[in-house]
Structure formats: C-alpha cells, structure tokens
C-alpha cells in the first residue's frame, strides 16, 4: 500500500506563487509515474502535470511555461511548483502515483487563486 500526503496550498493573489509538495510511502517501487491532478468546483478532475521515473515531464496545456513539476525519487516526493497564478487555477489539487498494480492518490489540498 501506499499513502500520499500533500501540502502546500492557501490562498494567493493573480500572479502570485504557490509550491505543492508530495510525500509518497509504503511499497513505492522505482517505476512509476507521479503527477498532479486538479478538480474545480462542478467540473471533472483533469490533469495538471506527470513524470514518468527517468522521463521528461509531461503538462496540461493551460500550465505550460507556468508550472513545473519535479521529483526526487530518493525522497520520493514530487513537487509542483506554480507561478503567475490564475483566477481559474483554483481547484483542489491532487497528487497521484501510478505503479505495477498500484493507482494511489493523496487526500488534495486546496489552491484559490483570488484577489
């Protein structure tokens, strides 16, 4: 099993900054892909960024040039830093891992981007 933790998230200004971290433990083997997911109010959950073990990282259109996605696979953590927010970034984030029979996501962490 494997248990996700997120943290980081609050309340930001446009164009302000926000870094969100990932600790993953339990049974983590040295394949896998780790990422960020978001939901906002009444929409479905959608991909924010992923990477792969040993792969370049892989964003969502919308976060291009803006967010950037990091691991230390020694640590097991991976960390999604997030600059010039926007008003429709706001959601609540979610960190995933995906591994040999394994598809595991942490709790969320809410993210408002207003003024």
């Known amino acids: 099993q494997v248990q996700l933790v997120e943290s980081g998230g609050g309340l930001v200004q446009p164009g302000g900054s926000l870094r969100l971290s990932c600790a993953a433990s339990?049974?983590?083997?040295?394949?896998?892909?780790m990422g960020w997911y978001r939901q906002a109010p009444g929409k479905q959950r959608e991909l924010v960024a992923l990477?792969?073990?040993?792969?370049?990282?892989n964003y969502a259109d919308s976060v291009k040039g803006r967010f950037t996605i990091s691991r230390d696979n020694a640590k097991n953590t991976v960390t999604l830093q997030m600059n010039t927010l926007k008003p429709e970034d706001t959601a609540v984030y979610y960190c995933?891992?995906?591994?040999?029979?394994?598809?595991?996501w942490g709790q969320g962490t809410q993210v408002t981007v207003s003024s």
């Open positions: 995933r891992l995906v591994q040999l029979r394994g598809d595991f």
């Open positions: 339990g049974s983590i083997f040295s394949i896998n892909t």
């Open positions: 990477m792969q073990s040993g792969r370049s990282p």
